[in-house]
């Protein structure tokens, strides 16, 4: 099943990835640069914790992985080719 984004042409979602990402709220500090990097607004603070809000948007970019100072992010690549499309490659 897949999904074109309205408001970004080329783009397209596929469905059924799985919870490919997690934050481990023990590492996490709250620091929000999960947040701020995010151009999906996948992640939210919550009581001083990051937490995956939504995935829908998520562009599989790794970037919120990259930029965690405490290694709180667990991200693995989903499988099958589900995920993120676009018409370029
Ligand atoms: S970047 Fe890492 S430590 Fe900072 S809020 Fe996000 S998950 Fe937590
Ligand atoms: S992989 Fe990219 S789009 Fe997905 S949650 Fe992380 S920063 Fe956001």
């Not at 709180?72 to 993120?84: D, E, M, Q, Y």
Request: proline share 4%.
């Amino acid at each position: 099943m897949a999904g074109r984004c309205e408001d970004i042409p080329g783009v397209e979602w596929v469905k059924g990835t799985g919870e490919f990402i997690r934050v481990v709220p023990e590492l996490c500090d709250g620091c929000a640069r999960c947040v701020r990097v995010c151009l999906g607004d996948c992640y939210e603070i919550s009581a001083k914790k990051a937490l995956v809000r939504s995935l829908e948007r998520c562009m599989k970019c790794a970037a919120c992985w990259y930029v965690c100072p405490r290694d709180a992010i667990v991200f693995s690549w989903p499988r099958g080719g589900t995920g993120f499309r676009t018409d370029w490659g």
